[in-house]
């Protein structure tokens, strides 16, 4: 299993960018895939991910604003980001855990200055 993140950048406060996490390597690849970020200093978060169920989840601090979705067909997880905040700046990567193995992706960086 592979996973590319991308679509990181820096935006002013109040914006928006989209990350995309293209998965390979197997059938349902993207089962099981969702974002964490790591800003400095810090341990890696859970930003946004999928139930069992195929709701979505989110950490308290990006509610209302991030966005998980996937798109079987490309295999594909996207993350939105509105109303980005300083506080938003950190690698964000993607991650796949599923039947007890994981995978990470290689990290995007965003960077959202005030």
């Known amino acids: 299993v592979q996973l590319q993140a991308s679509g990181g950048g820096s935006v002013q406060a109040g914006g928006s960018l989209r990350l995309s996490c293209a998965a390979s390597?197997?059938?349902?690849?993207?089962?099981?895939v969702d974002w964490y970020r790591q800003a400095p200093g810090t341990q890696r978060e859970l930003v946004a991910g999928f139930t069992r169920g195929g709701s979505t989840n989110y950490a308290d601090s990006v509610k209302g604003r991030f966005t998980i979705s996937r798109d079987i067909t490309k295999n594909t997880v996207y993350l939105q980001m509105n109303s980005l905040k300083p506080e938003d700046t950190a690698v964000y990567f993607c991650r796949r855990a599923l039947g007890g193995q994981v995978y990470w992706g290689q990290g995007t960086q965003v960077t959202v200055s005030s």
């Open positions: 390597g197997g059938i349902f690849v993207i089962n099981g």
